[in-house]
């Protein structure tokens, strides 16, 4: 058996959109968000395989050379050390920021004590593992992420923040030769506030905000949401959080259909609204920083976050021989390809891949027959299946091991 059919996990977490995925999938809207669609081997979202329900990961055990190949056996075993997503955004996920390995892993060590005494979802680390990923627009997205330059957000911040509340926590030298240090004197400062001058600081914020005309809610053809935007459609459901400062802490990026943004670990990020394709590491080592009702541990988000301003493009790409579009990022664990209207012909591979259909339909060929790939559809091609021919009317995407 070189390919299978498998079925994806809808998870229902509230800032979902409650049709995107539905639509996707070809099921009925029963009103409910519909956030995240998981593809792949992780424990707290296993695909299955569609003809019997068993679980992926169990699955590929079994004949673990064919799925696998050699060469992915010896780097990581016969795990999948990927996870890709449909996310169907409405409203902001949490301001979060990712471990890399060697945090995931003296995390992971140093709380071992702590999994026998507390849920997981007080966890700072849920496994040793780093987490990078991509994010594919599939409609127009606005994320947040990374430090904006130190002069930028003292500028902004401080038309905003009544003076009494700049002079507690501006005490900042926008002059300093490491401005870095600055941005994260005035980061720690913010999330160690008194609680109540926190509130009072951030109904203020929100009032001149809103009294502020000159600054936009939304780009022109509202499309995407700007800082002030975010922030104020944020603060009915996190009056308190200092995460409501981040639009003006933190690049806001916004991604035409088509584009692509790579988030290295450790950077501090939130995805807005809109709908994408996300690859990422198998991990769910998640660092939270605001905007959310769960666990927001700053001192340990202090020592993972990279705190250093920086510009924010899209991820490159680049053609490969096949024709297959590849999303260039930094990973040894994940590459994310896609194949728009064409035909593609790919030959001598060596990774496990997953496909998953978004628009349209494809004819997928090989050695063991054909099938129509309808959208919405699912499949497992084997490391195996050497070579094998793509007729796309639509658009597919790839999941790889970049071995």
Request: aromatic share 8%.
């Amino acid at each position: 058996m070189k390919y299978i059919q498998i079925k994806p996990q809808i998870k229902d977490y509230d800032w979902g959109n409650p049709s995107f995925i539905p639509n996707l999938l070809g099921i009925a809207e029963d009103g409910k968000p519909k956030a995240e669609l998981w593809i792949g081997t992780h424990e707290s979202g296993e695909a299955t395989v569609a003809a019997t329900g068993e679980k992926l990961s169990q699955f590929l055990q079994k004949d673990s050379q064919n799925w696998f190949g050699q060469a992915h056996l010896e780097q990581f075993g016969p795990v999948l050390p990927l996870l890709l997503k449909v996310l169907a955004i409405d409203r902001p996920l949490s301001i979060q920021c990712h471990p890399s390995t060697i945090q995931a892993k003296e995390g992971w060590e140093r709380e071992a004590s702590l999994r026998t005494r507390l849920p997981k979802e007080l966890w700072n680390y849920k496994d040793p593992n780093r987490k990078a990923e991509v994010l594919y627009a599939l409609t127009p997205v606005t994320a947040m992420c990374a430090f904006r330059p130190l002069s930028q957000i003292i500028a902004t911040l401080t038309l905003l923040i009544p003076e009494s509340y700049a002079k507690y926590f501006f005490d900042i030298d926008e002059l300093a030769p490491e401005p870095d240090k600055e941005i994260g004197k005035l980061f720690e400062r913010l999330y160690t506030m008194d609680k109540v001058d926190l509130k009072v600081c951030i109904a203020e914020y929100i009032s001149s905000l809103k009294a502020m005309e000159e600054l936009p809610f939304a780009t022109g053809d509202g499309r995407f949401l700007e800082s002030k935007g975010i922030a104020i459609s944020c603060y009915g459901a996190f009056p308190e959080d200092p995460g409501l400062f981040c639009p003006f802490l933190l690049n806001v990026k916004h991604l035409e259909p088509g584009e692509a943004l790579f988030l290295e670990p450790k950077t501090l990020h939130a995805y807005v609204l809109g709908n994408g394709i996300e690859l990422m590491s198998a991990s769910d080592n998640v660092l939270r920083g605001g905007l959310t009702h769960k666990k927001v541990d700053v001192k340990e988000l202090m020592k993972v976050l990279d705190i250093r301003s920086k510009q924010v493009d899209c991820t490159p790409t680049l053609k490969g021989k096949s024709g297959r579009i590849h999303i260039l990022t930094p990973t040894e664990e994940f590459l994310l390809m896609v194949c728009p209207s064409g035909t593609y012909e790919v030959h001598d591979r060596r990774s496990i891949e997953l496909l998953l259909c978004t628009e349209g339909e494809a004819t997928f060929s090989c050695e063991e027959g054909t099938v129509l790939v309808k959208k919405g559809d699912c499949y497992v091609l084997a490391a195996s299946l050497k070579d094998y021919k793509l007729e796309v009317v639509g658009k597919v995407f790839l999941a790889a091991v970049p071995l």
